[in-house]
């Protein structure tokens, strides 16, 4: 199946700070990408859909301004979590999906984020 | 709306047991079901899919039947290994949604050697 990489894998970062997620399609073009985020023994809550080139669609509840995203180009979307507080921490897993793979999503690895 | 009931977890199973999870789902229009799974630390996988009533999904010794008439789509492998130990996700998609995954609270699996 198609591949998926996010990057970094884990961070740790201090309050205040930001800190940026990479979610790059490594073998095919991704229209849309799907930012989730994942608490301890949870499933995954949607943040924000991004189709390349507009802006993301931010699902109720999920400040804009804090969760940056861009989907810049075909292979690349970042989730930025501008001015990070302790309770940002969480698993935040990315998918994407082409215009071949309508009906399937496929996942990054995820970013275990911890802010101290 | 949308959404995706599944069986609450934890479960542990002795090694070579008969596993079921089940998932029930509603949908607006015709979903496309899946089941993902996760193992400790990691991102989903997709395991397997079906995208129309009848079809059968099966990888890795796990098959899940889609069900139009009981709107399910359980989870059944015949024999699990210690290896099969994850959190299984089942999800739903549909056109009508803009091909959002909605995904259910996930089912922890535990087998034990």
């Known amino acids: 199946g198609a591949v998926v990489s996010q990057h970094p894998s884990w961070v740790i970062c201090k309050s205040g700070t930001s800190v940026k997620i990479e979610c790059r399609s490594l073998?095919?073009?991704?229209?849309?990408m799907f930012w989730y985020r994942q608490f301890p023994k949870q499933s995954l809550m949607l943040m924000a859909t991004s189709n390349e080139g507009s802006k993301a669609t931010y699902e109720q509840g999920v400040e804009k301004d804090k969760f940056l995203i861009n989907h810049a180009s075909l292979t690349l979307s970042t989730l930025t979590v501008t001015s990070a507080h302790p309770e940002d921490s969480s698993f935040y897993i990315c998918?994407?999906?082409?215009?071949?793979?309508?009906?399937?999503?496929?996942f990054g690895q995820g970013t275990r984020l911890t802010v101290v | 709306g949308d959404s995706v009931t599944q069986m609450e977890g934890p479960v542990t199973l002795s090694e070579e047991a008969f596993l079921t999870i089940n998932c029930t789902y509603t949908a607006t229009g015709y979903p496309s079901l899946f089941w993902y799974v996760q193992y400790p630390g990691e991102g989903l996988q997709l395991l397997l899919k079906a995208t129309k009533a009848d079809d059968k999904g099966s990888n890795k010794g796990f098959e899940a039947t889609y069900r139009k008439e009981t709107t399910s789509f359980h989870l059944e492998k015949g024999s699990v290994q210690v290896s099969d130990s994850a959190v299984y996700f089942c999800a739903l998609t549909t056109s009508n949604t803009g091909n959002q995954f909605y995904f259910g609270t996930g089912t922890s699996l535990t087998v034990i050697p």
């Open positions: 998918s994407a999906r082409g215009q071949r793979t309508n009906t399937e999503a496929f």
């Open positions: 073998d095919f073009q991704a229209t849309t």
